[in-house]
């Protein structure tokens, strides 16, 4: 089992976020930071604000903030709102297995991923942030006015 790109970088997303609440963070520097493609990073984005992760302000001065504190995000309740969580064809909604009717594998995955979600439910965002990663992703906002 593995997640997907897009809930890898929902989650990056979060870490970077949480790491620099002192101030709106743009898409554009947390997409440089990682390396990663811009254009996938607002679709990641747009799903995190719709499932009330983040808020976004838009205009000049604009950008993304954590909804919540981090204790309050868990990660369990990310990748279920990001995954689609159909790992065999007979979980979705396009089942055309011939065998679906007396099959019992579906069942069996699907205790896998409760379980596998149950222990992400064990974690929140503040579980991920540590003074490593921290050194790494914060950006320090530097007054241009001080002299």
Not at 28 to 40: L, N, Q
Not at 51 to 68: D, H, V
Not at 111 to 135: E, R, S
Request: neutral net charge; charged residues 15%.
């Amino acid at each position: 089992m593995y997640l997907t790109q897009h809930t890898d970088y929902a989650l990056r997303v979060l870490i970077y976020s949480a790491i620099n609440d002192d101030a709106l963070v743009n898409i554009g520097t947390i997409a440089d930071t990682y390396g990663i493609s811009k254009s996938h990073l607002m679709k990641v984005v747009t799903a995190l604000v719709k499932g009330g992760f983040l808020t976004s302000m838009r205009g000049k001065g604009g950008g993304l903030k954590l909804a919540c504190e981090p204790e309050q995000i868990n990660i369990g309740a990310v990748v279920r709102h990001m995954e689609p969580m159909q790992m065999v064809e007979c979980m979705g909604p396009n089942n055309d297995c011939l065998i679906s009717p007396n099959c019992r594998l579906a069942g069996i995955i699907g205790g896998g991923i409760k379980a596998f979600l149950n222990y992400l439910d064990g974690f929140t965002l503040a579980d991920l942030l540590n003074k490593p990663t921290y050194d790494v992703l914060y950006l320090p906002k530097v007054d241009i006015m001080a002299v």
